[in-house]
């Protein structure tokens, strides 16, 4: 006979992805999240560059992006209307012009600007310097302590548990569940998600299993002041075609980055200053801006899936146990959809049709895909 009792669910990881999915199933679930650090979103979900945009990614973090809209939007978290531009310079015409191409496919609103539209867009970027650019206006930056607090509150309001300060020493089977073990006690669980971020093959190797192949990367950033007497209030982020730096407005004051992706063990990511001094030097030789003091330099591991597509669904090799993880550069920009479609994989449900028409399958999302098969005896 089957028991009507809620399942329990421990989640690993108190970032957006884990703290979005545990208020996703708060409904019908007991839920517990374990957070290692001091205090929620400590790692990359507190220091996001926090923009939504339709354009970054492949296709299937286009769709889960697609996805997330409407509930970015009707969730009050959109801080500013930013827009997002990719700047070419000369010899990137062709370039830009496929490029416009590919994302107008994609989002129609996306236009080609030429040379003195972009110069008066951004007017730090001489209209001689550049062939123009690829503009997408309805990018938006995005409130990403609200979204961590809304989580958290909704998780709370359906009669979640968060848990701070408390790291997780092993995963093991435990009659039809999984005991999942502390350094303050010991809980058992029905489903553990495992929401680590750079740690998700670290708590996968806890619970006997192989890593799925997660790479961490270093992204460094930090913060300068705009030129004397300049509005900046509507600059769009800008991003260098070839990605060698960007930079966009923050509260009066402009973000400055590499755009680097330097692999990392996981990490308390600290910035270095080679990685300033050289985004300093980049963001100078291309704009008429001088940046005598960088400052409040940061750095943050984005963590990727080998194919840069996240990862939402259960271990073949261990009942229970649910990977979410890989959510990349993307994480606040997806993390509410695949919260979604997470619920529905646990809950053994179809995906949301939303998501589905967007082309995002359980297939392309599932662990089994980094698996290799047993041989055949």
């Known amino acids: 006979m089957q ?51 339709e ?35 000369s010899g990137d015409g062709d370039a830009i012009d496929r ?22 867009l951004v007017p730090v970027i001489a209209a001689e310097a550049t062939c123009g650019g690829v503009y997408e206006p309805d990018a938006v930056d995005v409130d990403t302590g609200k979204m961590l607090e809304s989580s958290a509150s909704a998780l709370k309001a359906g009669g979640g ?30 489903i553990v998600v495992n929401a680590a971020g750079a740690w998700v093959d670290v708590v996968a190797g806890m619970a006997g299993l192989s890593g799925l192949g997660f ?51 996981p990490c308390d990511a600290y910035p270095e200053d080679i990685d300033v001094a050289i985004a300093v030097d980049r963001i100078e030789q291309a704009t008429s801006m001088r940046i005598d003091r960088p400052s409040t330099p940061w750095a943050g591991l984005r963590t990727f899936a080998p194919d840069r597509t996240p990862v939402a669904g259960f271990d073949p090799r261990l009942p229970g146990f649910f990977w979410l993880g ?20 646990m809950r053994g449900e179809p995906l949301p049709a939303d998501v589905t028409a967007l082309g995002v399958t359980a297939t392309a999302l599932a662990p089994d895909r980094f698996l290799v098969p047993a041989a055949t005896p």
């Open 3 to 53: 028991s009507n009792s809620p399942k329990k669910i421990v989640v690993i990881g108190g970032g957006i992805a884990g703290l979005s999915v545990a208020a996703a199933v708060a409904d019908w679930a007991d839920v517990i999240v374990l957070e290692r650090e001091p205090h929620l979103g400590y790692h990359a979900s507190g220091r996001s560059a926090a923009l939504f945009t």
């Open 99 to 120: 490029l416009a191409g590919e994302l107008q496919a994609l989002v129609p609103s996306v236009r080609r600007l030429w040379a003195a539209e972009l110069h008066a």
């Open 326 to 345: 890989g959510q990349g550069g993307y994480g606040f920009q997806v993390s509410l959809t695949l919260a979604r479609l997470s619920a529905a994989l």
């Open 161 to 190: 548990i968060i848990r701070i300060g408390e790291e997780v020493r092993a995963i093991s089977p435990d009659g039809g569940g999984l005991r999942v073990e502390t350094n303050a006690g010991v809980y058992t669980a029905d």
């Open 215 to 265: 790479q961490p990367k270093r992204r460094t950033a930090f913060l300068f002041d705009p030129p004397a007497g300049t509005d900046i209030s509507g600059w769009p982020l800008v991003v260098d075609l070839h990605e060698q730096f960007y930079f966009k407005p923050d509260a009066g004051r402009l973000i400055g980055s590499l755009a680097d992706e330097t692999d990392s063990e």
């Open 55 to 89: 354009t970054y990614g492949n296709r299937v973090v286009r769709g889960l992006t697609l996805a997330s809209r409407l509930a970015i939007v009707e969730g009050g978290f959109v801080a500013h209307r930013r827009g997002a531009l990719h700047v070419g310079w």
